[in-house]
């Protein structure tokens, strides 16, 4: 989906490297719309259904998960991400490796993003 405001990053949304699968940041845009919404647990649950997204395109799903970065723009949704990762998470025995930093996002309005690296076998 081309970004409007033309800023649009030189990107892959996924690479392949044998059974590993790096994703790129994956942002809180709906891939159809491209609608970001303002309320933090909902960007937070789409990042990671994007995450998910692309995962699933490369022939896995969110169990293929085994490691998150991810990137908050204020450190006091550090309770609410927890519980939103929590929950999408739930059903993963083990949860992913997680990093969890504080950064200023490159686009406006985003919240929270998340990259990831998934084992397809």
Known sequence: MPFPDGTEPPLSQ?????????????????????????DFAAQ??????????????AGGDRHSVVRCTCYLADRAHFADFNHVYR???ADCSPLPARTTVVVRPAREGVLVEVDAVAVLW
């Open 14 to 38: 996924g690479v392949r490297t044998g059974p590993h699968l790096f994703t790129s940041g994956q942002g809180p845009l709906d891939s159809v719309t491209g609608d970001m919404p303002a």
């Open 44 to 57: 937070a649950l789409r990042v990671l259904t994007n995450v998910e997204a692309v995962v699933a395109a």
């Open 87 to 89: 929950d999408f998470f």
